[in-house]
C-alpha cells in the first residue's frame, strides 16, 4: 500500500510537471504565433507602402510622358512658327523690293512728266508753276500714258501733242478751266453797285487758255468804267463760278479778284468811291 501511494503519487507529479511543460510550449507558441502575426502586418504595412509608392511612381511618370508629348507638340509648334515667320519675312521683304522698284518708277515719271510741263509751258502761256500745279493730282499711269505717246509720236510739237491729251477724262477733270467751265456760261458775272457785266476769262484763239492777266485787265476795265458814273458811293461787287470749276480755278478766280480789288483801291478812295464787299458767289445762286 505504502508503495502504491508513493508510484499514485509520482504519477500525480509527472502529469503536473507534463501539464506544466506543456503550459509553457502552449505559452511560447502563442508568443511566436503573435511575433508572426506581427510581422505579417508589418509585411503587409510594407507592402501597402509599396504598392502606394508604385501608384504615385506611374501618376508621376504618367505627367512626365504627358509633359514629353506636349514638349514635342510645342517644339513643333514653335518650328512651324519660325518657318512661317521666315516666309513672312521672306514675302515683307519681296513687297519691300517691288515697292522701292514702284516708288524709283513712279519718280521717273515724275520728273520725266515735270521736264515735259516746263518744255510746253511757253507754248501754252501758263507758267511751270502753275501748269504743275493744275496737274499735281494727275495719276501716274495718265502722266505715263502720256510720256509714252509722246515717245512715239515724233511728228508733233509736245504742246500740241498735250492738247489732244486733255481730252483724257483725268486730264479733263483737272484742267477744267482751260475749256468753257470756269461759269456756266464762260464767263464771269460780275456786279458792281447796280451795274451787271459779263465777260470771259479765257484768252481767244482755238484753243482758249484761262489766262489770269487777262481776267484782270478785263475786270478792272469794267469796274472802272463804273466808277466814272455818278453812281452810289457804297460799290458791291460779286463773281460766280460754276459746279463744273475745279478748286483750283476757283482760288485762282479768287486771288484775282483781291488783287484787282486792292489795285483799285486808291483810285476808288480818290472818287470817293469804297467797297462794302466783295463776294463769291456759286453760278446756281446769281
Known sequence: MKYRAQIISLTSLLDLLFIMIFAMQLKTFDAGNKKVAEKNREVMAKESAITEAN????AQQAQIDSLNRRSKLLRKAYENLDKELENE?????????QLDKSEAGMMEITLRFDQFLKSI?????????????????????????????LAMDKSRTPAVKFMEFKQMDSVKKILTFWHIMLTDTDDVTVRVGTKKDSFSCL??????????????????RFIEDQIGEPAKSSILITYGYSPKSTKFAVDTLTTAVKQLVETLKPKWKQKKFYISDVKLIPAWQR
Request: aromatic share 4%.
Open 55 to 58: 501608384k504615385l511612381l506611374s
Open 89 to 97: 519675312k521672306k514675302k515683307a521683304l519681296e513687297v519691300q523690293k
Open 121 to 149: 509751258s511757253p507754248a501754252l502761256g501758263v507758267s511751270h508753276a502753275d501748269l504743275k500745279t493744275m496737274l499735281k493730282d494727275l495719276p501716274a499711269e495718265d502722266q505715263q500714258k502720256i510720256l509714252n505717246k
Open 203 to 220: 484768252s481767244g484763239g482755238p484753243d482758249p487758255l484761262f489766262s489770269r492777266e487777262v481776267f484782270i485787265k478785263k475786270m478792272s
